[in-house]
């Protein structure tokens, strides 16, 4: 469609003749944008149709991914019938305000309309995106009420959305019911599940189960078991069904030779994975993405770097996940030569600086104490999400620079970019090393009470090294004795730690019991508390403590401490 569409419909329906209707159908399903179907529409209001039931349903479903529009078609209709509230119901659960179906939903229940499988599925698609747990439930309720359980496509939905907001016991139990009436796709939803809580052996009893039950896997089976075995680090299992795909006949498939390399990259199985990858012929950019990362993350940087360079003399473009994972491979090892070259590779591809590669690069250049080019990455930016603001935050905070940090931290939410858990833990450590506590404080109870997070350990952690890196240390311990996880012993060590700077020694020797009953032998423990000793002048039970610590290194089987390990690398 294009801007001579209103001369097309002119020789078309020059007099309206009484195939009108049709005519006007048949060019709806030919518009993409609502400038297009806003044409038709002014058509169909002039041949009178607008009181067409069926030209009007037709008209709000070429309109279901414009929902504005949409909403406004349908608020304009006197009399709406079933298919038309079930086309709005779609319209807003595949929309960016998925809640609104929930109005539309009991609107059509007011109407007294009587609803089908596609009023239900549609509304629990929406309830799965919003994570709305309690209206889900309450539409479950609704579909027993009403019979429509019976339904496979009702019966799946209502498993996906289970499964999405992890009600994962909810999920198996509706599988469980009338089991004779599950299909391949309700197998599929409930394995998916599984694997969204990280129960992955779970999941291979499953697929035993559903081969026995006589199912046929399908590519999306395959792929959901690989990530199982692929958590479970079994190299057998990976191979035995590495057998199964070529025998489906899916080892052609691109997605599932991308799982593979996955399974043998986690298993230390590189040389199998880059077999697999050569033996593909057609490569799309996700595969090259795959091996890049999986190179990264086993340390084999220059393999990964040869790998990018043989991908670029096969003309295959990359993109943004290409670097991402080798990026944060260098910024963990400090290769900043390579980081530099994947900078250099970025302008010579013309690649956009997006959230992804753009936050890679701020983190890689950060880590490797390049602040100032983390800075310029960072405000050349165009488009900053969450990740980006946080990686920015803690290269300040690692660097000790907490003030900017902190103003950095401000300015994110003053542009609109709401922080998250992992943003806080950020802005907390960097309080920390600054000694900057009654900021730490606010920050902690902002996260709280104008977000509604609920403090981590790693937060607590992070307030508890606050306090006692300012030698509130009673504070610190109270804090502690309040965490939602009593057996947190890097909190409790990070006291001790506090006690010793600080030669407190009635709060150190309290801590040191609380380790021992926590079953926490750590050599770190009896060394702080003979510092704590020694910071107060207590000489002899410093004596004391260390005979103690000695003889406990005695005892160990290999007695040797093991040796710090530092990297430093040269221009060349």
């Not at 509304?123 to 496979?152: M, P």
């Not at 599984?194 to 992955?200: F, G, M, R």
């Not at 670029?312 to 260098?330: D, F, H, I, V, Y």
Request: proline share 2%; glycine share 8%; hydrophobic share 40%.
């Amino acid at each position: 469609m294009t801007q001579t569409l209103a001369v097309r419909l002119g020789q078309r329906l020059n007099l309206w003749p009484s195939g009108n209707a049709a005519k006007l159908i048949s060019l709806l399903e030919c518009c993409k944008q609502v400038s297009e179907i806003s044409q038709i529409h002014g058509s169909i209001i002039k041949t009178g149709l607008d009181h067409n039931p069926f030209a009007l349903s037709k008209l709000l479903a070429s309109s279901i991914h414009h929902i504005q529009y949409a909403a406004s078609i349908f608020s304009h209709i006197r009399n709406p019938n079933r298919f038309m509230f079930n086309t709005l119901l779609r319209a807003y659960s595949i929309s960016d305000d998925p809640k609104q179906a929930f109005l539309v939903f009991n609107n059509l229940r007011a109407r007294n309309i009587v609803l089908d499988q596609f009023s239900f599925s549609t509304t629990l698609k929406a309830c799965a995106r919003e994570l709305a747990i309690g209206t889900g439930q309450g539409i479950h309720g609704v579909v027993v009420r009403s019979g429509h359980g019976g339904f496979i496509t009702v019966k799946n939905t209502l498993l996906h959305f289970y499964c999405v907001c992890g009600k994962i016991e909810d999920a198996h139990h509706l599988f469980d019911e009338f089991p004779q009436r599950n299909d391949l796709i309700s197998w599929n939803t409930l394995m998916g599940g599984y694997l969204h809580v990280s129960q992955p052996c779970v999941i291979v009893d499953l697929f035993k189960q559903m081969c026995i039950g006589g199912f046929e896997a399908s590519v999306t089976t395959v792929l959901y078991l690989l990530s199982a075995i692929g958590e479970l680090g079994s190299y057998l299992g990976g191979e035995s069904v590495h057998g199964y795909c070529i025998k489906m006949g899916f080892s052609y498939n691109l997605h599932v030779v991308t799982a593979l390399i996955d399974v043998y990259a986690k298993n230390g199985e590189i040389d199998l994975a880059r077999r697999i990858f050569n033996g593909v012929a057609e490569k799309d950019v996700v595969l090259w993405n795959c091996l890049v990362d999986k190179y990264a993350k086993c340390g084999m940087v220059e393999e990964a770097v040869a790998l990018l360079r043989l991908m670029k003399l096969e003309r295959t473009k990359p993109n943004s996940s290409t670097l991402a994972g080798l990026l944060s491979a260098c910024a963990a090892s400090g290769f900043v030569s390579v980081g530099r070259f994947i900078k250099d590779y970025v302008e010579e591809e013309r690649l956009v600086l997006d959230a992804v590669l753009g936050t890679a690069l701020v983190d890689m250049y950060a880590k490797c104490g390049f602040l100032d080019k983390a800075l310029d990455i960072f405000e050349s930016m165009e488009n900053r999400d969450v990740k980006s603001w946080t990686a920015m935050i803690s290269g300040y905070g690692v660097h000790g620079e907490a003030g900017n940090a902190l103003r950095l931290f401000y300015r994110m939410e003053a542009e609109g970019c709401q922080p998250n858990e992992v943003t806080f833990l950020a802005v907390l450590s960097a309080c920390g090393h600054a000694g900057l506590v009654r900021e730490g404080v606010s920050c902690f109870e902002m996260m709280v009470c104008k977000y509604g997070f609920v403090p981590k350990v790693e937060h607590y952690g992070c307030m508890i090294d606050l306090l006692g890196r300012a030698g509130l240390l009673e504070e610190a311990h109270n804090l502690i004795e309040r965490l939602p996880i009593k057996s947190d012993v890097t909190a409790w060590r990070a006291l001790l730690s506090a006690c010793r700077v600080y030669g407190y020694v009635a709060l150190g020797e309290v801590v040191q019991r609380v380790l021992a009953e926590l079953n926490d032998d750590h050599p770190t423990n009896a060394m702080l508390l003979s510092g704590t000793y020694a910071i107060a002048g207590r000489l002899h039970d410093n004596t004391n403590m260390q005979k103690t610590v000695e003889g406990e290194m005695v005892r160990e089987e290999n007695p040797v401490k093991e040796a710090g390990l530092s990297t430093i690398e040269l221009d060349s």
